[in-house]
């Protein structure tokens, strides 16, 4: 994180609307120190939100991933003759 994206609690205590309007105006994030420590970050609800919803699909591309390589999947052409196959089978056109 950028040294100027980094402050004490006791700026936070001091300086907290200012510092709120800041980081939501910036998007940034910031980091909030205690006895020279890091301890939280503060950030803006819509860049949590974002950065969630990010991690999400992460999750289900990695999910994905080790499907295919467990090879448990098939190709779309696959698929889809299946699809029609059972189709045929059921009388649905």
Known sequence: ???SRVRPLSHLKSRAA???????????PMLITQNGE???VVQDAQSYEDLH??????KILA???KII?????MNAAD???????????????
């Open 53 to 58: 919803q990010t991690l999400a699909l992460l």
């Open 18 to 28: 200012e510092m709120i309007r800041n980081i939501v105006e910036s998007r940034e």
């Open 63 to 65: 999910m994905g991933q």
């Open 79 to 93: 698929l889809f003759s299946e699809i029609e196959r059972l189709d045929r089978e059921e009388g649905v056109e």
């Open 1 to 3: 994180m950028k040294p």
């Open 38 to 40: 890091g301890r939280v």
């Open 69 to 73: 390589e467990a090879g448990q999947c």
